[in-house]
């Protein structure tokens, strides 16, 4: 199949119509979208990510009212958090009703809503009567995409139709809140900042963990670059490493002189959390691309989106440093993850 790239709405919309894939570009990521209420285009999303079945996928609409389509209730405060974060990067879990499928929710009586903001996907989802099911359009477990190079990178080929809304804004994915026993509860860390989002809903507890209700996204390995990436402290890592070609995943600062021959992203020389937020992924694919042995990388602030970030950072890395040349006792002293 070849995948063409453009900017035509009314191209994607037919593609959609007829039951096929269509890359969409989101304010968080590029999303890999298929009509929500027909089974086999669902099917198809799965299959081209390479995704099990047991990871539920988020149904995108353009409104509050079309939400309520596909919902048994909308509690008030759910529609206050909408209201106030949407359209934009905040997905709430709620009962769906009929309308959707066990396959969309892997079989959880929760829907995940979310109304995305990137003007060409809401034309897009504007004159469509169904919503749309859309998981990032990466690879199952592989970093997700913020521009349509990206998508074509890894799914050319697969898919006819990648939409190219240009690089996405926020860079992150949305973050997931949603109901347990009465109270809010943290999903996914996100584009929206926790502490925003609890002005609204109070505290945000870590919902209870059963392996059916854990997020993927939860999963402990996920976004990763193909190469090894340690996550802790700079210099103990490059040492442990000497000889070795690194790449440098900073924050605000370029490596200590030592290093400075060796490649370095950083994030944000303003340390401003949004810009890293927004060159996090592209970073990680860059790295990935380049000439390395390994990728080490540093937290930052866990602070507002710092808090997204670092979660990204954890499940894009390995707990344990590849190929130590020291043996496994003096890897076990690297100090790894702060
Ligand atoms: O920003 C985003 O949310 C992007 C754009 C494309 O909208 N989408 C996205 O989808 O990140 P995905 O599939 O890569 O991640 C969605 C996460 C998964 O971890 C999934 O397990 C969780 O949402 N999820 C979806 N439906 C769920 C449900 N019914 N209950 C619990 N978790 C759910
Ligand atoms: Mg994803």
Same mark, same amino acid.
């Given at each position: 199949?070849?995948?063409?790239?453009?900017?035509?709405?009314?191209?994607?919309?037919?593609?959609?119509?007829?039951?096929?894939?269509?890359?969409? /570009?989101?304010?968080?990521?590029?999303?890999?979208?298929?009509?929500?209420?027909?089974?086999?285009?669902?099917?198809?999303? !799965?299959? %081209? *990510?390479?995704? &099990?079945? !047991?990871? /539920?996928?988020?149904v995108h609409v353009a409104s509050i009212s079309a939400a309520k389509k596909y919902v048994k209730q909308m509690p008030e405060e759910a529609e206050l958090l909408f209201n106030t974060f949407s359209p934009g990067p905040l997905t709430v879990l709620l009962p769906k009703n009929e309308t959707i499928s066990d396959l969309v929710t892997a079989a959880s009586p929760l829907v995940a809503i979310r109304i995305p903001s990137h003007p060409l996907t809401l034309q897009v989802l504007n004159q469509l009567n169904f919503p749309l099911a859309a998981p990032s359009a990466n690879p199952f477990g592989?970093?997700? &995409?913020?521009?349509?190079?990206?998508?074509?990178?890894?799914?050319?080929?697969?898919? &006819?139709?990648?939409? +190219?809304?240009?690089?996405?804004?926020?860079?992150?994915?949305?973050?997931?809140?949603?109901?347990?026993?009465?109270?809010?509860?943290?999903?996914?860390?996100?584009?929206? &900042?926790?502490? +925003?989002?609890?002005?609204?809903?109070?505290?945000?507890? %870590? /919902?209870?963990?059963?392996p059916q209700k854990e997020a993927p996204g939860m999963l402990d390995s996920h976004?990763?670059? *193909?190469?090894?990436?340690?996550?802790?402290?700079?210099? %103990?890592?490059?040492? !442990?490493?000497?000889?070795?070609?690194?790449?440098?995943?900073?924050?605000?600062e370029p490596p200590p002189s030592e290093f400075q021959e060796q490649v370095c992203i950083i994030l944000s020389p303003d340390s401003n959390l949004q810009e890293a937020a927004n060159k996090l992924f592209a970073s990680l694919r860059l790295l990935d691309l380049s000439d390395l042995d390994v990728i080490v990388a540093e937290l930052v602030p866990d602070e507002g989106l710092g808090r997204a970030i670092n979660d990204r950072l954890k499940r894009a890395s390995v707990k344990r440093p590849p190929f130590d040349p020291a043996g496994e006792e003096e890897a076990a002293k690297i100090p790894i993850r702060n």
């Open positions: 199949m070849t995948t063409e790239i453009g900017t035509d709405v009314e191209k994607a919309i037919a593609h959609l119509r007829a039951g096929n894939l269509v890359a969409i /570009p989101t304010e968080t990521v590029y999303g890999l979208a298929a009509n929500a209420l027909d089974e086999q285009a669902v099917a198809n999303i !799965f299959k %081209a *990510k390479n995704r &099990p079945f !047991f990871d /539920p996928l988020i592989y970093v997700s &995409p913020t521009t349509a190079s990206h998508v074509f990178d890894n799914l050319g080929g697969k898919i &006819p139709y990648i939409l +190219d809304g240009g690089a996405c804004e926020v860079g992150l994915e949305s973050t997931i809140v949603g109901l347990e026993n009465g109270k809010w509860k943290l999903y996914r860390q996100g584009g929206i &900042p926790q502490e +925003d989002i609890e002005q609204i809903t109070g505290s945000l507890g %870590a /919902p209870e963990k059963s976004y990763s670059p *193909k190469k090894p990436l340690l996550l802790g402290d700079l210099t %103990a890592l490059a040492h !442990f490493y000497q000889g070795k070609r690194i790449g440098f995943l900073t924050f605000n």
